[in-house]
């Protein structure tokens, strides 16, 4: 949260996950009413990154989120999903009996997360925004798509918080660009401490689709539904296409997915793939909306 004495802006406004310890933050109230913050800035759609909005509008938040042309569409999709499972939780703990509270309540519903969806404001990367006494800018970070940094200037000081960064050699998003000079920098410390892997994903499904396909067996990848899933159906399409691993339906078992898949067509100026690549590798593929047709 930044503050000048006169105007509040928040950047990023997501879930605690993971362990029950840190869940349970989720429950906190914020330090500042949500009616008296002037503006939301989101480096990207993710749930630890977006998952608490609905809350904040729900308890009085009125202002603008500026986000990514992409993100704008992506956040509706995993807000809606994340209010559903709020609710299924809460129905499951109240139908075992194992909750502490009478009842166990949602941290908020799936009606909540859509209220989101008319708060959010689309910035392209390069485009400053007019905050008041604050300007805003995002800039590309890799990770996901419309995934960006942003540099936060106040007063003739700059903020850079970088989001979460991707990597150079993503199959399907760019690079991050490297960031402008600041006088403080916010950094996301995930893989801080360790090296990635040089393996290459192509390679290594060949590898193990060739094996399970040549012995009869069904080849199943579970995946995140953005970014990873359309990352691992361009490399089967690459495979295929090039005749390393033949001919074989391809199937897509995920809404959340199938949604997040036909946004690259619509925002192909913020991946790698032209908009006649993403009908080629993603039109193939046969997809899974239900349980029953998953179990057909």
């Known amino acids: 949260l930044l503050s000048d004495g006169e105007q509040r802006v928040l950047v990023d406004c997501g879930l605690f996950q993971g362990l029950k310890r840190l869940r349970q933050r989720n429950w906190r109230s914020l330090p500042v009413k949500p009616s008296e913050i002037d503006a939301v800035v989101l480096t990207h759609a993710h749930i630890d990154h977006s998952g608490y909005l609905p809350a904040l509008v729900r308890d009085g938040f009125r202002g603008p989120i500026y986000c990514t042309p992409p993100s704008k569409d992506l956040v509706p999709i995993l807000l809606t999903d994340s209010g559903r499972l709020q609710e299924e939780d809460a129905t499951y703990a109240n139908r075992k009996g194992f909750s502490k509270h ?15 969806a008319k708060r959010l404001e689309a910035v392209g990367y390069h485009t400053d925004v007019d905050l008041g006494s604050w300007t805003c800018r995002f800039e590309p970070a890799g990770h996901i798509l419309g995934a960006a940094s942003l540099t ?53 499904l060949g590898e193990v689709a060739r094996r399970t396909l040549g012995r009869g067996g069904v080849l ?3 995946a995140f539904a953005v970014g990873r899933s359309q990352a691992i159906l361009y490399a089967v399409y690459q495979l295929i296409d090039g005749g390393e691993l033949p001919e074989v339906p391809v199937y ?10 036909k946004l690259y067509v619509r925002h192909a100026a913020y991946h790698r793939l032209t908009v006649e690549e993403c009908r080629q590798a993603f039109g193939r593929v046969r997809l899974v909306r239900s349980v029953e047709r998953a179990n057909s």
């Open 102 to 116: 009478r009842p166990a309540l949602p941290l908020y519903t799936e009606d909540d997360a859509k209220r989101v």
């Open 252 to 261: 897509l078992n995920s809404p959340m997915a199938i949604d997040v898949t």
């Open 152 to 204: 936060i200037t106040w007063e003739g000081t700059r903020f850079l918080f970088s989001g979460d960064l991707g990597r150079d050699d993503a199959p399907l998003i760019p690079p991050p660009e490297s960031p402008p000079p600041a006088d403080w920098v916010v950094m996301e410390g995930t893989y801080g401490n360790r090296d990635h892997s040089d393996a290459d994903l192509e390679e290594n």
């Open 220 to 222: 199943m990848v579970p």
